[in-house]
């Protein structure tokens, strides 16, 4: 990979499906309704970056690091996160679609999940706690062997956790969620 940094540049309107973007290290940087969508970001470096209004459906996360990144308003489809590098692996999302994406293993305490479709998000041994999940549809999204301690999902929708395969000690569910942690009983609430 270059030793190419770009410091606090700003980038909109930009289609990089034609060239890619450019390896390298990108710190302060924002970008701005831009289509990385099938883009290799493999090997890339973003710290304190924020994603708005962009679309990185299916984009390539090898040895991708975030650090310190915000996504807002970004269609995220099919992303693998756990490709990406662990150290200091922070990042926050706001109204975003991240539906079919997977953050096998990913360790990610206290991350921001704000108005975001997380629909068949795989959360398999990841470590969430203390994450919030505001507003998240959660339809088929997986969790075995998650770590939840503290998370808040009192107003997260439409998930099932089987507190049996989970740790959820402390986390926060509201009364209509309820269902969602008792759904392997096969019972009836009303």
Not at 55 to 61: E, I, P, Q, R, S
Not at 93 to 109: A, E, G, P, T, V
Request: charged share 20%; net charge negative; hydrophobic share 40%.
């Amino acid at each position: 990979m270059a030793n190419n940094c770009t410091e606090d540049e700003i980038f909109e309107n930009i289609d990089f499906t034609k060239n890619g973007l450019p390896a390298g290290e990108y710190e302060g940087c924002s970008f701005i309704v831009c289509n990385f969508a099938d883009v290799n970001l493999s090997g890339i470096i973003f710290t304190d970056c924020s994603f708005t209004g962009c679309n990185l459906a299916m984009a390539k996360l090898g040895a991708t690091a975030f650090r310190n990144t915000a996504f807002k308003d970004c269609k995220m489809l099919g992303l693998h996160f756990e490709h990406c590098k662990e150290i200091n692996f922070t990042v926050s999302f706001d109204n975003c679609i991240l539906n079919l994406s997977s953050f096998y293993q990913r360790k990610m305490k206290n991350t921001s999940f704000i108005n975001c479709s997380l629909t068949e998000v795989d959360f398999t041994e990841s470590e969430l706690s203390g994450s919030i999940f505001d507003n998240c549809d959660m339809a088929g999204a997986v969790f075995e062997n998650t770590l939840l301690e503290k998370a808040d999902l009192r107003t997260a929708y439409n998930y099932t956790i089987d507190p049996s395969q989970n740790k959820i000690k402390k986390a926060k569910f509201s009364v209509t969620g309820i269902a969602g942690l008792l759904s392997r009983y096969d019972i009836v609430i009303e």
